[in-house]
């Protein structure tokens, strides 16, 4: 889709619309608008592309994606790195990044649940039935059974966490169990 700037125009909300009929049976709308509401307009067809009628965002580049995602792989680097005493370089840690990332991104899973089992993780590397995962796609390939593991292990008799109508709801000191935004389970 091809872009082009509107010149700068006095405020005005104003805008003329007209409609026509083609030979098949479709309609195009021409619509003129002004000032204002035409760069509120067109900020908005900047800010997205707009394919076969959908919007889409436009896309960040992977790398800037990938950095918010960093502080999680060095932390699994550095769980790999106590456990097993393998060093790896930055650009492997970096391309960890991008298959934690893409755990959210492609797979949806939330960014506070690959915390939280990495935290887990942490304390249980070695344990028995706890997938063995050394690197970031691996941790992509074995989120759900690091998860599934995580359900296993229970503390007094309780799992760490449940999920109901997909909301997680963490297990207390107290016994009970309470969401992110603090609200009770009650079963």
Do not use: C
């Amino acid at each position: 889709m091809e872009r082009t700037k509107f010149p700068e125009e006095k405020k005005s909300t104003s805008f003329k619309a007209m409609a026509e009929l083609t030979s098949e049976n479709e309609i195009i709308i021409h619509i003129s608008l002004s000032g204002a509401f035409r760069q509120q307009i067109y900020n908005n067809i900047i800010n997205k592309n707009i394919v076969g009628g959908k919007h889409q965002t436009r896309k960040i580049p992977i790398a800037k994606r990938n950095d918010e995602y960093q502080p999680i792989a060095e932390k699994l680097y550095e769980i790999i790195r106590s456990h097993k005493k393998i060093i790896h370089p930055p650009r492997i840690i970096s391309a960890w990044a991008n298959q934690i990332r893409r755990i959210e991104e492609e797979n949806g899973i939330d960014f506070h649940r690959i915390k939280k089992a990495l935290e887990w993780y942490k304390d249980h590397v070695g344990d028995d039935y706890v997938p063995v995962i050394e690197s970031g796609g691996a941790l992509r390939e074995k989120f759900l059974k690091l998860e599934s593991a995580m359900n296993r292990k229970v503390l007094n008799g309780k799992k760490p966490f449940i999920i109901v109508d997909g909301l997680q709801y963490d297990l207390k000191a107290s016994g009970m169990y309470v969401s992110k935004n603090g609200t009770p389970y009650i079963p």
